[in-house]
Each structure stands twice: as C-alpha cells, then as structure tokens.
C-alpha cells in the first residue's frame, strides 16, 4: 500500500521541489504513515525486516531516480539524500511506547510482564 502512495503521488516529483521538502512532505508524512500503521503491536521478523528495508531503499531511489542497473550501492543513495535507515528504529521507538502505555494502564498485566507473584514463595 505505502507504494501505491509513492506511485500515485510520483507527479509532485517531476517537478524542482526542494528535497528536505520531498523528504519530510511525501515520504514521511504520506508514505512511511501508511507504511508503518500500527507497527506498535507487530511480531517482526527477519523477512519482515528485510522487507521493511528493502521499502526503505526503494522509496529513497525512486525519489532519486536512480535505478537498479546503475550499480550504486545503498550507502550512497542514503548519502545522496542524507538520511540513514529509519524505519526499523521508528517501529522499535513505537514499540517502547506504546508498551509503556499498556503497563501504565494495566496493573495486572505489569506485574506479568515484569515477572512480580503475590504471596510468599514455597520452598
């Protein structure tokens, strides 16, 4: 879906729009919100990862028009457009909170997750 995002609004990249405004206007804000809906509460794996990188790259060469035939590694994509991979430190930010929100609201669940039984221990 955050493709099809990136696609349908591929018209405001032909013209000579400022690239921090690209950047923070289309892709953050457009792309990476439909991207990244509700990645608080997904179990992620290395292929999901994988994958979520891969989008990442994806977008930053579509935005540069740099295609895959041109040999460029993604080092220097990610310095043509400086930035670095965000979006799987983003998820685990999203995470950090929003499991802090849960704890916040649930005693019960806190005291599970932090591992705390009431009552004295057998021997």
């Known amino acids: 879906m955050a493709k099809k995002i990136f ?6 990249f032909v013209g000579k729009m400022n690239l921090k405004l690209k950047k923070r206007t289309i892709i953050k804000c457009l792309v990476w919100s439909v ?12 292929a999901d990862s994988d994958r979520i990188e891969a989008l990442e790259m994806w977008i930053w060469r579509r935005m540069e028009k740099i295609s895959w035939a041109d040999n460029v590694t993604n ?6 457009v400086n930035e670095s991979k965000n979006m799987l430190n983003v998820i685990r930010q999203r995470k950090r909170k929003w499991i802090d929100h849960v704890l916040r609201q649930d005693q019960f ?6 591992g705390r039984m009431k009552g004295r221990s057998t021997r």
Do not use: G, N, P, S
């Not at 990244?36 to 509460?41: G, H, I, K, P, Q």
């Not at 669940?109 to 932090?114: A, G, P, T």
């Open 75 to 80: 080092e220097d994509v990610l310095k043509k």
């Open 109 to 114: 669940l806190q005291e599970i997750f932090e």
């Open 7 to 12: 696609q349908d609004k591929k018209k405001l």
């Open 35 to 46: 991207a990244l809906y509700a990645a608080e509460t997904w179990t992620l794996t290395q």
